[in-house]
């Protein structure tokens, strides 16, 4: 009795420890603001929403294409006068490639004991709630980022790699990977 009182007076008293113990703050982690993708076409968050959850795109066809050297056809810019033909309307189908929901369900008993371990060294007074989560942000920041740079499947379609030049099914830039951020809130 005589050490852990000896223990709360050091680092606060009970008031300090109720304190900290009441202290709400959450973390987000992900994409947070990473604004337009390098492409111009789309948010990176967007981009990062149909990789997340896989889509549909209903493309109305009209693309402009050549066939080219072993019967492969090479899309053009609209306009190119060398085409010989435009694409039909179809859809192009994106797979779904988790990178946020699957790391934490592959990290959940990690992000379990860090939490268990920080709520610790919180309720002793040896680290604040903002510092606690910012190390949470950080580890799963991390986790996520190395999910997408890993990922392998499902793959690419060859025609993807030939023009993007990687078989990685989220790396082409490396824009959605830096754009794995954290922000803690308290």
């Excluded at 795109?57 to 402009?64: E, L, Q, S, V």
């Excluded at 604040?128 to 190390?135: Q, R, V």
């Amino acid at each position: 009795m005589s050490s852990s009182f000896k223990r709360e007076k050091k680092n606060g008293g009970i008031e300090a420890l109720t304190k900290r113990a009441k202290t709400p703050g959450t973390v987000d982690v992900g994409i947070i603001d990473a604004g337009m993708h390098s492409s111009g076409d789309m948010t990176v968050a967007a981009i990062g929403f149909v990789h997340e959850y896989g889509g549909t795109i209903n493309h109305p066809g009209g693309t402009p294409y050549k066939i080219v050297e072993g019967g492969r056809a090479v899309f053009l810019k609209k306009g190119d006068t060398t085409a010989t033909g435009v694409t039909e309307p179809h859809d192009i189908v994106i797979p779904e490639r988790s990178f946020l929901r699957s790391t934490m369900h592959a990290e959940k008993k990690n992000l379990m004991a860090l939490q268990k371990k920080l709520l610790s060294k919180i309720t002793l007074g040896e680290m604040d709630t903002k510092t606690a989560l910012g190390l949470v942000g950080e580890f799963l920041a991390d986790k996520i980022k190395s999910k997408i740079i890993n990922l392998k499947s499902p793959p690419n379609t060859s025609e993807t790699v030939k023009r993007k030049g990687s078989s990685n099914p989220l790396v082409a830039t490396g824009q959605l990977a830096n754009s794995i951020t954290y922000e803690v809130n308290v």
